[in-house]
C-alpha cells in the first residue's frame, strides 16, 4: 500500500499548472550545497519485537541516580492508577474544551482541580491555564498591576532564580519595576523588606518554603502590609508542603502561585510542569486563563461551564488578560488523580517528606556535614562542603544526583548544596549517600 497520496500523473499535471518541467526545477532555489542528493540512508525496517528489543537494550544504558535534588522540580512517587486514569482515550486525546456542553467530564476534572488548590492553598478562586511556576509568578506580577495600577514589585532573593528571570522578562515588556531584597540568613528579613516599600510597590514577593528550602514568615510580611494597597504574592514550588504548613491565603497572602508538578506529573528532562494561579474572589474577573464553574442544568443535574474564558478570540484583544490561553487539562487531571487518591493522608506524605529532610540532616551532620542556615524547613535545606562542585560531580559517577551548586546563582554562596528529600529517599539510600559523601569528602 503506498503512502503517497499523488500519482506521477497529479505530480505532472501540477507542475504544468505552475509552469515547472520537472521536480528539479520547483526545488531549484534551494542551493545545492544543503541539497541531500540521493538515497536517505536509513536502517532496514524493524518488526514490533525488533524495535521493542532495541529499545530495552537502548534503556538498559540510562543510568538509574539516587535523586537528593529539587530547586522547584521534585521526584515524587506518582501511583500507576495516575496513568491508568489519565490515559483514557476521553482526557488523553481532548485538548481544550471548545464545546464545553460536550465536555463535562473535562469541566469536572478541571473544576475539581481548581476546588483542590484552593483548599490546598488557602485562597478563594484558582485557574488551571499556568504552563508552569515561572510563568504563574509572571501572571500573578500583571494580575497585580490590574488590581492596583502600581508597576513596582519588591522581590525576594530567595525566589527561585529562574522565576526571577521570566518575570525579569516580563517586565522588561511591561515597564515592571523589580527590586530585589537579599536574604542572608535563607530567609527573607522584615526588615529589609520595609526599608524598600513605598506608595509605589505592586506587590511583594516572597517563595515559602524558598529556593533555599526555608520557610518564610509570610504572616509577619503580610501584617506589615496590612492596611496598604501592596499586594503580597507567595511562590510554591514544593506544593506537597501546603499539607502540613499553614496555607498561604490563611496566613495573608493575596495571591499564591507556582509549580503544581509534585502532584502526579512526572518529571523528566525538564517538564512537564503545571503552574497555578490561586488568589482572593476580588481578582477572579483579572485572572488570566480559564475558569471551570459549577451549576446545574434544566433538569437541575449538575453540570459545569467556562464561567470566565479570557481567550483572545472570546474578547477584545486589548482586552485580554493574558496571552497564555492553552489548558493545561491533562496536567492538571494528573494533579486532581493524584490529589483524590491521596485525600486526607497526602498530609501523611508531607510529614514522611519532612521527617526523611530530618533524617538526611542529622545523618550528615553526624560525618561533619551542617546545614548553612538555622531557619524551620520542609524537605529542603543547604549545606556546604569543600570543592563542592568536585564532591557532587564524583557522587555523581557512584549513582547520585546530590543537589544543586549554589554559587552559580548566588556567588556568596560558595561550595553550597541545596539537598531536597522525598518519600523516594528510603533510610538506606540516606545511609549511603553518607557514606559515599564521607568517602569523597577524605579522598
Known amino acids: 500500500m503506498s503512502f503517497i497520496p499523488t500519482t506521477k500523473k497529479d505530480t505532472e499535471d501540477m507542475l504544468e499548472l505552475i509552469g515547472v518541467t520537472s521536480l528539479d526545477g520547483l526545488f531549484s532555489d ?52 495516575v496513568d491508568q486514569l489519565a490515559n483514557r482515550s476521553e482526557f488523553y486525546t481532548a485538548y481544550t474544551p471548545y464545546q464545553p456542553e460536550v465536555s463535562q467530564g473535562t469541566l ?33 506580577a500583571l494580575m497585580s498591576v490590574r488590581d492596583n495600577k502600581k508597576t513596582r514589585f519588591v522581590i525576594s532573593s530567595a525566589v527561585n532564580p529562574r522565576y526571577r528571570e521570566v518575570l525579569s522578562t516580563y517586565g522588561w515588556a511591561n515597564d515592571l519595576e523589580v527590586v530585589t531584597v537579599p536574604a542572608a540568613g535563607g530567609v527573607t528579613s522584615l526588615a529589609d523588606i520595609a526599608a524598600r516599600l513605598n506608595d509605589e510597590t505592586g506587590a511583594v514577593i516572597v517563595q515559602s518554603p524558598n529556593y533555599f528550602g526555608s520557610i518564610e514568615d509570610v504572616e509577619a510580611i503580610a501584617g506589615k502590609l496590612s492596611g496598604t494597597k501592596t499586594n503580597l504574592i507567595v511562590v510554591v514550588t ?31 528532562f525538564g517538564g512537564p510542569c503545571l503552574g497555578f494561579l490561586s488568589a482572593k474572589n476580588r481578582f477572579m474577573r483579572k485572572m488570566p486563563g480559564r475558569l471551570v464553574g459549577k451549576t446545574t442544568d434544566s433538569k437541575r443535574n449538575d453540570a459545569y461551564v467556562l464561567t470566565l474564558q479570557t481567550r483572545e478570540q472570546h474578547i477584545r484583544r486589548d482586552r485580554a488578560t493574558s496571552n497564555i490561553c492553552t489548558n493545561q487539562g491533562l496536567c ?62 564524583a557522587l555523581f559517577d557512584k549513582g547520585y544526583l546530590v543537589g544543586i551548586l549554589l554559587e552559580d546563582d548566588y556567588p556568596d554562596l560558595t561550595d553550597c548544596l541545596l539537598l531536597a528529600c ?9 545511609d549511603a549517600l553518607a557514606i559515599d559523601l564521607k568517602a569523597s569528602l577524605t579522598s
Do not use: W
Not at 518488526?47 to 532495541?54: T, V
Open 332 to 393: 492538571a487531571l494528573r494533579a486532581q488523580v493524584y490529589l483524590a487518591l491521596l485525600g486526607s493522608r497526602l498530609r501523611d506524605m508531607a510529614i514522611l517528606n519532612h521527617r526523611l529532610a530530618g533524617l538526611l540532616k542529622r545523618t550528615l551532620s553526624e560525618i561533619g556535614v551542617t546545614p548553612v542556615f538555622d531557619a524551620p524547613y520542609f524537605n529542603e535545606f543547604v549545606v556546604r562542603v569543600n570543592n563542592a562542585r568536585k564532591i557532587r560531580d
Open 238 to 268: 514544593e506544593p506537597l508542603s501546603m499539607a502540613l504548613l499553614k496555607s498561604p491565603g490563611s496566613l495573608g497572602a493575596d495571591i499564591v502561585c507556582g509549580e503544581a508538578q509534585a502532584f502526579g506529573n512526572p518529571v523528566g
Open 422 to 430: 522525598t518519600e523516594l529517599n528510603a533510610p538506606p539510600d540516606i
Open 30 to 81: 534551494i542551493p545545492k550545497e544543503i541539497k541531500h542528493i540521493g538515497a536517505v540512508d536509513l536502517p532496514e525496517a524493524l518488526s514490533e519485537i525488533e524495535a521493542d528489543m532495541l529499545l530495552s537494550r537502548l534503556s538498559d544504558g540510562n543510568r538509574r541516580l539516587s535523586v537528593f535534588a529539587g530547586g522547584g522540580a521534585y521526584l515524587h512517587y506518582v501511583p500507576p492508577v
Open 108 to 140: 469536572t476534572a478541571i473544576f475539581e482541580f481548581q476546588t483542590m488548590m484552593c483548599r490546598l492553598s488557602g485562597t478563594e478562586v484558582t485557574n488551571a491555564s499556568m504552563y508552569d511556576g515561572a510563568t504563574a509568578l509572571s501572571e500573578a
